[in-house]
Structures are given as C-alpha cells and as structure tokens.
C-alpha cells in the first residue's frame, strides 16, 4: 500500500475527505517525526512504539576496493510492534 492508496482507504473508513485525510495523515507523520528528532518515544497502545536507538561507530569494507572504511555512529529510527498487531498479523 503506497500513500495515496492508504489516504483513499483512510478517507473511506472515516468519512472524511481525501483532502481532509491527507492533512491528518501528514500531521500524524509530522508528530512522530519530530518526536524522534528530539529523542523521545512514541506509543501507541495496541499498534506499537516508535523510537531511537544508537548505532555505534563501525568499520565496514568498501565492496569494489576492499578498503576499509569507517561508519560513523548514528542513530537510527526503530518500530516496536505491539502485541495486538503482532497477533493479527500471525492470525490464520
């Protein structure tokens, strides 16, 4: 499912309008992106948690050269699954 196609099934299951789902679904990201940026956690219960976590700093190999080469540390976004999710999804 791309974005257009969950905006559609958004709008549908609401009531709202495309537009009007569209700005919810961009506020939503928004929320979650600037959550983020500052360290903090978003949960939601029943469907998961997003988060930060660091990287340290690695050495890795270039595949055309076999230089190594350093990989900086960095932190990286993470999406915990909740349990309600997690048990629809292996539901058979």
Avoid: C, W
Wanted: glycine letters at 8%; hydrophobic letters at 35%; proline letters at 3%.
């Amino acid at each position: 499912m791309n974005k257009n196609e969950l905006i559609s099934n958004m709008s549908k299951r609401s009531g709202l309008t495309k537009t009007d789902s569209a700005k919810a679904l961009d506020a939503f990201i928004y929320n979650i992106v600037n959550s983020l940026k500052y360290g903090n956690e978003v949960r939601l219960v029943g469907f998961g948690t997003f988060g930060v976590s660091k990287r340290a700093a690695t050495k890795g190999h270039n595949p055309r050269t076999g230089a190594t080469i350093n990989i900086p540390a960095r932190k990286v976004a993470k999406f915990k699954p909740g349990k309600s999710l997690q048990e629809t999804v292996n539901k058979k």
